[in-house]
């Protein structure tokens, strides 16, 4: 397993941005493919954004489609995502998982290890 840790979040207006970090401890960070997730007040962990742990295919909720970017830099064994035009409703708790799937898996049970969150608040 690898242990993950994420970075980034805070309070932004509304039409602003973040870039969150994941940074992975552990090995083979690159046999994982990893994915962004979000939970707000209330509600169950929803998939936002995933990678492929070979090819860097991405993957995207349709609710962020267009406004967020996944990334991933083996190297360094951190994911990223860039998130812009924020909205008030993208306000929640986001995690970064990693699966051994070879793709990002839309549902969390398939992911094997999670970083403790990070949280974006965006007002309006």
């Known amino acids: 397993q690898v242990q993950l840790v994420e970075s980034g979040g805070g309070l932004v207006q509304a039409g602003g941005s973040l870039r969150l970090s994941c940074t992975a401890s552990?090995?083979?960070?690159?046999?994982?493919?990893m994915g962004w997730f979000r939970q707000a007040p209330g509600k169950e962990r929803e998939f936002g954004a995933g990678i492929s742990r070979s090819d860097d295919s991405t993957y995207y909720a349709d609710s962020v489609k267009g406004r967020f970017t996944i990334s991933r830099d083996n190297a360094k064994n951190t994911v990223y995502l860039q998130m812009n035009s924020l909205k008030p409703e993208d306000t929640a708790v986001y995690y970064c998982?990693?699966?051994?799937?070879?793709?990002?898996?839309?549902?969390?049970?398939?992911?094997?290890?999670w970083g403790q969150g990070t949280q974006v608040t965006v007002s309006s």
């Open positions: 552990g090995r083979a960070f690159g046999n994982y493919a």
């Open positions: 998982g990693a699966t051994r799937s070879p793709v990002p898996m839309y549902d969390s049970t398939w992911y094997d290890s």
